[in-house]
């Protein structure tokens, strides 16, 4: 074997080897360690221990990648063109919209690639080292394959190790692999086809040692590690449109065509009738600037900017501005359990003692709630008593509260115990001082239980907690209610222990037993029969509002799947409590990770979609699942909170981390995230977002009936060799002042009811359907009907050309105004969505009007427009073009309706 193949950090399967045989591909000693001159050379060889940040996009090209958007470019094109007519201030106005929304852009993108940043921080800053026989504290970047790492209670695993020894350590390896209790930790060898989150002779990088001591052999370091892997799965995975970009690229790209063909045909057709190139260039580019909606990217932009400001007031953080609509298009959530639609902290829900079952109260590590009954609770003595007092003494955790929340240091399984405790009105600190503790036999994975002893009103008593299996058979009697000795009921024990299980409650075993003065171990236990006490059963209980939340998301249309690494009874029976689905008809069960493995492309896109629950599963699995529902045209949105959770935030439509609980990297591949880690909060930001995406629906059937209109008043005059009713400048003039006084304002139209028992939008659907297209169609027909023949009619009376331009002008701000109350609902009428329930609409529109009497009647306006003074009879008969258009939109509506029903 060649000294490359005995270090190579990412070739093997550690965990399937011996801690000899992995010591001897390192090439190291685990009592000596690596000497300085072979750990210089390692060091040189693998570089250091870091994660790679691959360069990102210089922010020159991140700038200009901001400007080939489509709709930039119908901006741009805009800007050019009114340049070219020689109105700077007017090209100055759009260039300068073209520039905000560049620089939003911009920031946005450059938060955006932050998370391989944050993965490489979460590494361990320094680690205990033996080298040369010495003890050393290295930074962790200096580790190398082959050294000898020693581990504690509170340290974070600064690289992958291969353990060769571990003294009742354990981890918590929730952030990598879902597990939600620690993970106790063994230097046997595993079958080579060990899952990883079963990897018990593994410690990896990035975890937290939460108890106990061990020693391990630095196997993999940097991006060889399995926080490495990920970090290349998050840079491999793409960042994906939303389907408003997908769907305004589309959008935009059509409306160029359309608009360059009209320009086309307008210059063709007028050089056909003799008039002159000059002339007919003008012509089409009055066409070209009516039919470009200018104000259409600031509004998108302004509309998703008022959606997170909206979002944020319900706790929900937007990192990319398109992720604001991307949620209300959602047909699937994938959701992660632990710490997402779970609290993340054990909690004991059913105790078992004296004959008699308890159910507990509240959840997490908030000591609120109680044992039993809230009409009739029980009496907290004998055998409940006696199995709380073990619970909180046979305990090395501890319970505080910080920041107004309360956290436990320890092992969560043992910090559940002491908030039980708490319910029943026992503190540990009291209970530690009155029975102090004389010694304690750790938890050894060869008897799986730990005892410590107690001095108890002068007899030396060992309380014992641990697997059922291990020791019930060592019990001799139990405790009855009152506390006193009764015969051991093994039956019934073992019929409610398995109860527990099958609802998914992780089981321990609570007994006592007298024991002399020798120290405490397990020969001097063995001769001993225990007193069995209780049984407590205990879960990561699904937080309070998720299952609200997960029924919202059901009468909504969308499907929540939960993908886990716990698990499948513990994944299966949160499910339940959640009223998650468990799979197509509401049968079947959970597949696992390596079920999900054995799957070819083909089954696995089967399975996504059919089953509801997935546990043990690692990053890649959870990548392949999005994909797999990406591919069969589900718009997924996927909720995370660990570093294992990255890869499939960031392949996901939208991305959503928690924010308290969760990690960095999380937090850093999401587009959104959670500021109370409650499931909940997506219920309401899809809420949020389907009316963000009514909003920009009305704005577009707003917006673009001016600019068709537009078009056609000059395809009409040009057709009939007439003068132009409206003059380029003019057209600028409608267009920007109604999008910003206007339009916008349907930004800030409030959420319509009922909008969350609607099904989800279909993917493929375009952005205008065709009842919307026919009501663009005929609005667009009723402004050139109205613009155009008040026109005429004002040249046939006699008035001069500027009157009869300003009144054409007038119809289409007035008619504009009045169609922008229909649009405040698509299918309904104002006055049902509550006359000032947007009271901005009414605010822009009496601005909108008092611009406008500017424009007809101030000389300077009249100068700088080309308009003129208009009188009472020209006024009255602009509002009643913009009366007419609104009742035949009403009456448009409401036939609508009644075929609908």
């Known amino acids: 074997m060649s000294q490359e193949e005995q270090v190579a950090p990412a070739a093997r399967d550690w965990h399937a080897l011996s801690a000899d045989e992995a010591a001897a591909h390192l090439d190291t000693h685990p009592a000596h360690g690596l000497s300085e001159a072979a750990a210089a050379e390692r060091l040189l060889r693998h570089g250091e221990n870091r994660l790679p940040v691959p360069p990102g996009k210089s922010a020159l090209l991140r700038f200009a990648a901001q400007l080939v958007q489509p709709l930039v470019l119908v901006l741009i094109a805009a800007g050019v063109v009114t340049t070219v007519l020689g109105e700077f201030v007017d090209a100055g106005v759009i260039l300068g919209v073209v520039l905000v929304n560049a620089i939003i852009g911009f920031v946005q993108e450059g938060k955006a690639e932050a998370a391989l940043a944050a993965l490489a921080r979460a590494m ?464 079947g069960g959970a597949l696992t990770g390596r079920e999900l493995a054995a799957m070819d492309d083909a089954a696995l896109a089967r399975a996504a979609v059919a089953c509801n629950v997935f546990a043990r599963v690692e990053p890649e699995q959870k990548l392949r699942l999005v994909r797999a529902l990406q591919q069969r045209g589900e718009v997924v949105a996927m909720t995370g909170d660990g570093v294992n959770d990255a890869p499939a935030l960031k392949q996901a439509d939208i991305g959503v981390a928690m924010g308290l609980s969760g990690t960095d990297v999380a937090r850093e591949a999401a587009a959104m995230v959670l500021t109370d880690d409650n499931f909940a909060s997506i219920e309401a930001a899809v809420e949020e977002g389907r009316g963000v995406y009514d909003n920009l629906v009305k704005f577009i059937t707003w917006t673009l009936p001016t600019n068709f209109g537009e078009g056609l008043v000059i395809v009409a005059a040009i057709l009939a060799g007439a003068t132009l009713p409206i003059t380029p400048l003019q057209i600028l003039w409608i267009n920007m002042t109604t999008a910003v006084l206007l339009g916008l304002m349907l930004a800030f139209e409030p959420v319509e009811r009922g909008i969350m028992q609607r099904p989800p939008r279909r993917p493929a659907a375009a952005i205008l359907d065709r009842l919307l297209i026919a009501r663009i169609v005929l609005v667009s027909v009723l402004l050139l009907l109205g613009a155009y023949g008040l026109f005429l009619l004002e040249l046939h009376q006699g008035s001069p050309l500027a009157e009869a331009r300003t009144v054409a002008v007038n119809v289409f701000v007035v008619v504009e105004t009045f169609y922008l109350f229909n649009c405040r609902s698509l299918t309904r009428s104002f006055v049902a969505v509550g006359v000032f329930s947007n009271p901005w609409v009414w605010v822009g529109s009496g601005l909108m009007i008092g611009l406008q009497l500017l424009f007809t009647y101030l000389p300077l306006m009249n100068r700088l427009f080309g308009t003129a003074p208009i009188g009472l009879a020209e006024w009255l008969a602009i509002i009643a073009c913009g009366w007419l258009a609104a009742l035949v939109v009403g009456v448009e509506k409401r036939l609508r309706l009644f075929r609908t029903r």
Request: overall charge neutral; glycine content about 12%; some cysteine.
């Open 124 to 587: 361990a800053a320094e680690a205990v080292v033996v080298r040369g026989g010495r003890k050393l504290r290295l930074g962790a970047h200096a580790l190398v394959p082959g050294d000898v790492v020693l581990l504690a209670a509170g340290d974070r695993v600064p690289a992958d190790l291969r353990l060769v020894e571990a003294r009742s350590l354990q981890a918590m390896e929730a952030p990598l692999t879902g597990e939600s209790t620690a993970v106790r930790k063994e230097p046997a060898a595993l079958p080579a086809d060990t899952l990883l989150a079963d990897r018990t002779n593994m410690a990896y990088a990035g975890t937290m040692v939460v108890s106990g001591q061990g020693v391990g052999l630095v196997a993999a370091t940097g991006g060889a590690t399995e926080t490495g892997r990920i970090s290349r799965l998050i840079a491999e995975a793409p960042d994906l449109q939303t389907p408003l970009t997908k769907k305004m690229a589309a959008f935009s790209n059509w409306l160029l065509l359309v608009i360059g063909g009209l320009a086309l045909l307008t210059f063709g057709v007028g050089l056909l009738r003799g008039e002159s190139a000059f002339a007919m260039f003008m012509a089409a580019v009055a066409l070209s600037v009516g039919a470009i909606p200018e104000g259409l990217p600031a509004a998108v932009t302004i509309t998703l900017a008022i959606g997170v400001s909206r979002m944020a007031r319900r706790r929900a953080i937007i990192r990319k501005l398109p992720a604001v609509e991307a949620l209300g298009s959602t047909t699937v959530i994938c959701s992660d359990k632990t710490g997402t639609l779970t609290e993340n902290q054990m909690t004991v829900r059913e105790l078992w003692a004296g004959g008699d079952r308890y159910e507990v109260s509240g959840s997490g590590y908030a000591p609120e709630g109680r044992i039993g009954d809230d009409d009739y609770p029980p009496a907290i003595a004998g055998a409940l008593r006696e199995t709380l007092v073990a619970g909180a003494l046979c305990n090395d955790a501890g319970l505080f509260r910080k920041d107004g929340r309360w956290e436990i240091a320890g092992d969560p399984t043992e910090g559940a115990l002491l908030v039980l405790a708490r319910k029943g009105g026992l503190d540990e600190a009291t209970l530690q001082a009155v029975f102090p503790r004389l010694d304690v036999l750790p938890f050894e994975s060869a008897v799986q239980y730990m005892a410590t002893a107690h001095a108890v009103e002068g007899v030396r008593i060992a309380y014992v907690k641990g697997a059922i299996e291990r020791i019930l058979p060592r019990c001799g009697d139990m405790l009855d209610a009152a506390g006193d000795p009764a015969l051991l009921d093994v039956a019934a024990i073992e019929r409610h222990a398995q109860a527990m299980a099958g609802r998914g409650y992780r089981v321990l075993a609570l007994a006592r037993v007298a024991c002399g003065d020798e120290a405490l171990c397990e020969d001097a236990l063995a001769a001993r029969p225990f007193t069995f006490l209780g049984l407590v059963g205990m879960i990561d209980p699904p937080r309070p509002r998720a299952i609200g939340a997960v029924k919202a998301c059901h009468g909504a249309g969308i499907t929540v799947k939960m993908i886990t690494g716990d698990h499948a009874l513990t994944a299966l029976a949160i499910a339940r409590q959640l009223g998650i689905e468990i799979g197509v008809g509401g049968g």
